[in-house]
């Protein structure tokens, strides 16, 4: 029995001793400019900044509804969320990745964020069903290939940087697609390919350390999303490159699906918007009390 205990000691101190080896060839991979991201900062600290990133801008439009475009959306919701915590929550200030509608490139959103130390990362998008394609007759006759919108998807989803299956990073690749749009992205993200899933691998060790954080925050915002009766589509883990090298806890939350009418009508609307930004606001704030005890 005592040779069965010494061969277990044994393996976990070998197991401990590879998983520490592949941490720091991850984090020798990692370029220098992010190394904040993964290492060890204390929590225990009053929130005093928040950086608030409207997804998309300016050439990339994001998804696109019937009357709308995301990135429109995303920073209509953003500026009045930032007013919102600046009015109501003292001595904490608010930064944002974009103001106007320009396209900040995904990797810069995140050094933001570190560069001014945030205690919170949020993104905000708008999410799409995606389009089916159909055979139709067009007015002359003949049949054709329509692409048409999957108008049924409804409901909110908070997202939060780790590492799913690999059949399961949809949302992430549609996500990480802007990064191709960028001049240089290869050296910008070290290599990194956003229609790879094997290179989704390295975001699991470089986020671990505020997974927690981030999963408690995205929880309060679904929680809220949920007390306005909007359809929980829960808190899920995806491999995003704009949340993978924020040094903080941070989040990326779709506020409901363009590819829906009733739903965009909804989100371009004051009122929507208005409730929008109080369901995320309650969160931060809830948020803000609980690591602050």
Not at 76 to 91: A, C, D, F, M, T
Not at 154 to 178: P, W, Y
Not at 179 to 195: K, T
Request: positive net charge; proline residues 3%.
């Amino acid at each position: 029995m005592k040779n069965y205990k010494r061969i277990n000691i044994l393996h976990s101190a070998s197991k401990t001793a590879l998983l520490l080896t592949v941490f720091i060839l991850i984090t020798a991979w990692v370029p220098s400019k992010y190394h904040d991201a993964v290492s060890p900062r204390g929590m225990e600290h009053k929130m005093k900044t928040i950086v608030l990133d409207a997804g998309h801008g300016g050439h990339d439009p994001g998804a696109v509804g019937r009357k709308s475009k995301e990135k429109d959306i995303a920073l209509q919701v953003v500026l009045k969320l930032g007013k919102r915590i600046e009015e109501s929550l003292p001595g904490v200030k608010v930064i944002y990745t974009r103001t106007t509608d320009v396209y900040p490139k995904l990797y810069e959103r995140p050094a933001l964020a570190n560069k001014h130390k945030a205690d919170l990362f949020i993104s905000v998008h708008c999410n799409s069903g995606g389009a089916t394609t159909r055979r139709v007759k067009n007015s002359k006759g003949r049949y054709i290939t329509r692409s048409v919108l999957n108008t049924s998807a409804k409901g909110t989803e908070t997202l939060v940087c780790g590492f799913n299956r690999l059949d399961q990073q949809d949302v992430a690749i549609r996500e990480n697609a802007s990064i191709l749009s960028e001049e240089n992205y290869q050296d910008n993200y070290n290599g990194f390919d956003p229609n790879d899933p094997s290179s989704y691998i390295v975001f699991k060790l470089m986020k671990r350390q505020f997974r927690d954080q981030s999963i408690k925050l995205a929880t309060y915002m679904q929680n809220e999303y949920s007390s306005a009766s909007r359809t929980n589509r829960g808190v899920k883990e995806q491999g995003l490159a704009v949340l993978a090298t924020a040094g903080m806890p941070s989040v990326l939350t779709e506020i409901g699906f363009i590819s829906n009418p009733s739903e965009e009508d909804f989100m371009m609307s004051s009122a929507g918007q208005k409730e929008i930004v109080e369901n995320l606001f309650n969160a931060i704030k809830t948020y803000k009390t609980s690591v602050e005890k």
